[in-house]
């Protein structure tokens, strides 16, 4: 089935390439114009026979006058009569915020899940939202049934990258190595088992420290490895712990790079052999590519493999 990538103008380069690898994938036409009081006076080129193909849209929620900006073209989708409908949101931007302590908190991950559940389903049935590594894999339940959710990991791309690499794989808190542990454990046939070393946070009123919880460190290449990295804090943290500890060099990934206020700078000579982000918030790694330690890890083969419904178990997101 012929694919129409539509895409929002953040995530370009990403469209170009998957386009480019993949003969199936074809660009949409979408215009972006704006009126003179600043909303939006959006449009999407019908394509001729789209009734025989699907339309996707890859998603960049980079502020929040983004989402109101790209969800006024994504409800647009289903209208064009394509037989399938996906959009793919790598970064779902409230992810950290799927829970409240107190009644009083405002859960804004359930907020946009209610927002996406306002799209009409598609000819074949529901719209199909692919997220990539989401702090909670809960966060389906927020959403209604006019969307079918599909997860999907970066971290595969990493694992690839370190297969004849002799590193450690840490984790900065057990809730990742939840996540992430059956990438890495050798648990799944024909895995590679990398050595793990477990992390653990400890909060001291506003001051916040790592100890290394399991696994050895001295001499060892340790590569951190989590879902996203904000301010950049824990895994900084988790960096003079295993050097501490006796590591020999210390690397990092995590699938997003959100680092609001310019946080990356953090990293620039701080001591890390590589930091991979991939460019799931294009803006930030458009601004960290070609930096060291920074490296980017393409989502392009991933993307291109869900809109083709070729995923395969590695793909998937551990639970």
């Known amino acids: 089935m012929e694919t129409i990538l ?14 480019s ?8 036409k979408t215009s972006w114009k704006m009126f003179e009081d600043g909303w939006p006076n959006y449009a999407i080129q019908k394509e001729q026979g789209l009734r025989r193909k699907r339309a996707v849209f890859l998603a960049s929620f980079d502020t929040p006058a983004d989402v109101f900006k790209q969800l006024s073209m994504i409800f647009s989708l289903p209208r064009l009569g394509a037989k399938e409908t996906k959009v793919v949101l790598p970064y779902y931007p ?16 359930e907020t946009l899940a209610r927002q996406m559940s306002a799209i009409q389903p598609g000819r074949s049935g529901p719209v199909e939202l692919v997220l990539y590594d989401v702090h909670s894999l809960d966060l389906r339940h927020y959403f209604g049934n006019s969307i079918m959710i599909r997860y999907k990991t970066g971290t595969k791309y990493l694992k690839k990258r370190l ?3 002799d590193v450690s794989i840490a984790f900065p808190d057990v809730g990742a190595w939840k996540r992430f542990r059956l990438l890495f454990d050798g648990s799944r046939p024909g895995d590679r088992k ?14 916040r420290s790592v100890t290394i919880r399991e696994g050895e460190v001295r ?4 590569v951190v490895v989590d879902d996203i990295i904000k301010s950049g804090g824990t895994i900084l943290e988790c960096r003079a712990a295993l050097t501490a500890a006796g590591a020999s060099a210390v690397s990092a990934f995590a699938t997003h790079g959100s680092f609001p206020k310019e946080s990356w700078k ?19 790694a458009a601004k960290v590519a070609g930096q060291d330690p920074f490296e980017i890890i393409s989502l392009a083969q991933s993307v291109a ?11 998937e997101v551990c639970d």
Request: contains cysteine.
């Open 266 to 284: 953090k990293f620039l000579g701080a001591g890390f052999q590589r930091v991979w982000i991939t460019e799931s918030c294009p803006q930030v």
């Open 6 to 19: 539509f895409h929002c103008p953040q995530m370009t380069d990403l469209a170009k390439r998957i386009a």
């Open 305 to 315: 493999r869900a809109i083709l419904d070729e995923d395969d178990e590695a793909d």
């Open 21 to 28: 690898q993949n003969p199936n994938i074809r660009l949409g």
């Open 94 to 109: 409230t992810g950290t915020m799927e829970r409240g302590e107190t009644e009083s908190v405002v859960v804004t991950a």
């Open 219 to 222: 001499g060892r290449h340790v």
């Open 163 to 165: 297969e004849k690499e």
């Open 194 to 207: 990398f050595p793990i070393i477990i992390c653990d946070k400890v909060r001291d009123g506003d001051k």
